[in-house]
């Protein structure tokens, strides 16, 4: 695990590039890869690297070269399948001078050129100077699980970097708010497309490659996650079920590659079960598993992962979090996320992984499965509530939502109506209502509330689901379940994956997602429905195929969200941490937000009127934000 970066200036900029100028990006990112690091300087092009030592301990170093000098290369990630291949390349005469992956990739590279992505499987971001066809290629791997980012200036200069800071490090953009990113982010935890809250910063997206030549870019999507297509009828669910634990047993294989100690993250429940059911048939040591809690009794869970932990017979490790050392934590590590961290359970993760890096180096983690196998609640929800509308047409009609709203709010209890403004007869029949705007942050009609008028203006377009709604449509035709988990893979799981990279790289540790093995991802798209969500039972073909491998106790639990007591705090002694970032003069001068409905926010909140954590948790992320990287206040930065 790595960090990259890298400058290519135009022809018609009439700049070189400066060495310092890379190192300044660079070494912002040493928390990435402290072990070494390396620079490339030529001309119009530059490139950093700063290595976490994984594999090939000796020789990876880079930037790395080919062997006649043409190609230069920066790679962040693993490549699980790099030594399938040298027996070929080594016949077709290519020489290597390291055991490393990143050399089994230039190699590749010089076979295919830029289809060389089709090649790899693993997580990856990388970028490769190819001189003699003057030429800078980026890639990222299919999922995003590896993050890269970068800025196209004016004058068609390329600036790239695994994080956006080493970007304003190299003064590719000024830190500005992206007010057309804003809504997207106060519906959606984190934006839904290729923005990111900076003016000028973007992403690549995953299973994006870029192509820039002296100022022209060409961005091209080279996978997806294919559509589903008409499942065999004939095919007993036995079977598929069969060649899904395959596919994931090699999965977790596969992440086993290291010349450093590994472990895992082990929460207890079904997805981190799994990977360990699975791992402690593949090794001869017990594993070492870690897990994190609170001090609060209802944000501590660690009896679920002690239970796994016996279970699998692992050196298992724990940590017990503070609100005191959460809170303490937080613009740091807002620091390190680049932008607002969209979930409070990013902090527990990388005390989780601070405790992981005094044992080990690369940990395997359940990420993605909710995503692929629909974990979430909301996916049955949603589900229902349109069965039902489409069985009962005439009770949706907007003259009767309108019977039912007025009758509700007098009548219906507070608790009982929180639950009915979130069903068919309360909203209108689609998947807009029912699972965009139903299960926002922010839903359309607060942010018309939450937002002055000058900041509605300034963000333009008003459409915070607009990249929701363009990837649901492009799967028409599909089956709904289908539909929805496309959506989630291609726009929120990125933004899990991003926290996932950068809480533990905050530590120095590299994770890996067994769930996410683009092959394991291609197959399980093809699997009818019914063997992701089969009645009230969620992850269906997981639950199953991991009888006997997991204990019962662990199949049968349901669905369980890490649990991180925001509510509580912002309700007791850290309310006035909520009252100074979204109340006081700071966030007042900044002009985004209507300060009375706010504060309605923060004073319902701490009556217990209402439940606003989520809510809360985004404004106040968003001011550590902008007072980290707008007003240049400094957080404590610890050595790596």
């Not at 740091?332 to 005390?351: K, M, T």
């Not at 019914?530 to 662990?554: H, N, Q, W, Y």
């Not at 969200?561 to 700071?586: A, Q, S």
Request: net charge neutral.
């Amino acid at each position: 695990m790595c960090g990259i970066n890298g400058i290519a200036f135009s022809s018609r900029s009439g700049a070189l590039v400066d060495p310092d100028v890379l190192v300044r990006m660079r070494d912002v990112m040493t928390h990435r890869g402290p072990d070494e690091a390396g620079l490339f300087a030529r001309g119009l092009v530059g490139l950093g690297h700063r290595r976490l030592s994984i594999v090939d301990l000796k020789t990876g170093q880079q930037p790395m070269t080919n062997e006649d000098g043409s190609l230069h290369i920066v790679f962040n990630g693993e490549i699980y399948n790099h030594a399938d291949y040298r027996p070929e390349l080594e016949a077709r005469g290519h020489r290597y001078s390291t055991r490393s992956d990143t050399e089994t990739i230039l190699h590749l590279y010089e076979e295919h050129g830029p289809a060389v992505v089709d090649f790899l499987r693993g997580m990856f971001a990388m970028a490769i100077w190819d001189a003699t066809e003057k030429r800078l290629f980026l890639a990222r791997d299919r999922l995003g699980i590896k993050p890269l980012y970068y800025v196209h200036t004016a004058d068609g200069s390329l600036f790239f970097a695994s994080e956006i800071k080493a970007l304003l490090a190299g003064g590719a953009v000024r830190p500005e708010l992206n007010h057309a990113a804003l809504p997207d982010y106060l519906a959606n935890h984190a934006t839904s497309d290729d923005q990111t809250l900076f003016a000028g910063v973007k992403r690549l997206l995953p299973g994006h490659t870029l192509l820039w030549r002296d100022g022209a870019l060409t961005v091209r999507q080279y996978w997806d996650v294919p559509l589903r297509g008409p499942a065999d009828p004939e095919r007993p669910d036995s079977a598929w079920i069969d060649e899904w634990r395959e596919l994931f047993r090699t999965s977790v294989k596969l992440r086993l590659m290291s010349d450093v100690p590994l472990g895992m993250f082990l929460s207890g429940g079904i997805d981190s079960s799994a990977i360990a059911g699975m791992m402690s048939r593949m090794v001869t040591e017990p594993i070492k598993t870690f897990s994190v809690a609170f001090d609060e009794r209802e944000a501590n869970e660690l009896e679920y992962a002690r239970s796994a932990a016996r279970a699998f017979g692992t050196d298992h490790h724990e940590v017990v979090v503070s609100a005191a050392e959460f809170f303490a934590e937080l613009p740091r590590l807002v620091w390190h996320e680049d932008e607002p961290i969209g979930h409070p359970a990013s902090v527990p993760l990388y005390f989780v992984s601070r405790l992981a890096k005094d044992h080990v180096t690369v940990v395997l983690t359940g990420e993605g499965a909710d995503e692929l196998l629909g974990g979430y609640a909301r996916y049955r929800k949603t589900l229902i509530n349109l069965r039902l509308a489409s069985l009962y047409g005439h009770v949706s009609s907007a003259g009767l939502r309108r019977l039912v709203r007025g009758a509700g709010e007098r009548v219906v209890p507070p608790r009982w109506l929180q639950k009915l403004r979130r069903t068919f007869l309360w909203r209108p029949a689609d998947v807009e209502d029912l699972y965009f705007d139903n299960f926002a942050v922010f839903p359309r009609a607060s942010q018309q509330a939450l937002l002055v008028d000058a900041e509605k203006e300034r963000a333009g377009a008003f459409d915070p689901y607009a990249g929701l709604r363009s990837c649901f449509e492009r799967r028409d035709g599909e089956g709904l379940l289908n539909r929805l988990l496309y959506t989630d893979i291609k726009t929120y799981l990125h933004e899990l994956l991003m926290k996932q990279d950068q809480m533990s790289m905050a530590a120095s540790i590299e994770s890996r997602v067994p769930f996410l093995d683009h092959k394991l991802v291609e197959f399980t798209a093809a699997l009818p429905e019914r063997l992701k969500l089969r009645g009230g039972i969620t992850k269906f073909v997981l639950r199953t195929s991991m009888k006997g491998a997991v204990p019962d106790e662990i199949l049968r639990r349901p669905k369980m969200g890490f649990p991180v007591p925001i509510g509580t705090w912002f309700r007791g002694k850290h309310r006035r941490f909520v009252e100074e970032h979204l109340l006081g003069e700071r966030a007042a001068r900044r002009g985004l937000f209507s300060r009375s409905f706010v504060k309605t926010l923060v004073e319902e909140h701490g009556s217990g009127r209402a439940d606003h954590s989520e809510r809360l948790w985004s404004l106040v992320n968003l001011e550590i934000w902008q007072r980290v990287y707008l007003d240049g206040d400094t957080p404590a930065v610890r050595s790596a």
